[in-house]
């Protein structure tokens, strides 16, 4: 089973995204695996993560999380990448500002982890008390900490 520690190491975090579109903020995440290994087609990548970007809105916290993703071979095993917005980018899907941008790229062998670590996600940002810890993170090696704590207690 694949664990968000091994699929999200310290460079793949920015927790002071400045894009301020969601073009922008997309590009921006997404730009943090670029150079990844497992990166076989980096413009398949890109066009992949902007053509579905779903977001869902955490009401009782006010704020979203975004997660532009793709299913296919332009990465040979799963990479994910996150970017923090203090302010958060407003997406027209959303009417809640996304403080979270999740860009994950799996191959279509690797669906049904996917289908957890989004899963995951959703579970972890539900909490206010996790979303409070992770919004608080000083350092990328912090925010993959929390993640991952809250993780095996799911």
Known sequence: MITLADILP??????ELAAITPAAVIDEVAALVKSDVA???????LTGVHASAPCLP???????????????????????????????????SVELPVRYIFCIAVP???????????GLLARVF??????RELRAAETPADFIALLSRREAKL
Not at 39 to 45: E, F, G, K, N, P
Not at 126 to 131: G, V
């Open 10 to 15: 310290a460079a793949h975090v920015s927790l």
């Open 39 to 45: 990166v076989v087609d980096w413009s398949a990548l």
């Open 58 to 92: 955490e009401t009782e916290g006010g704020f979203a999380i975004c997660i532009p993703h793709t299913r296919g071979e332009c990465v040979s095993t799963m990479v994910m990448s996150v970017g923090r917005s203090t302010a958060g980018v407003i997406f027209s």
């Open 108 to 118: 279509r062998a690797l669906a049904a982890d996917y289908l957890r670590i989004v």
């Open 126 to 131: 539900k909490d206010p008390a996790a979303e």
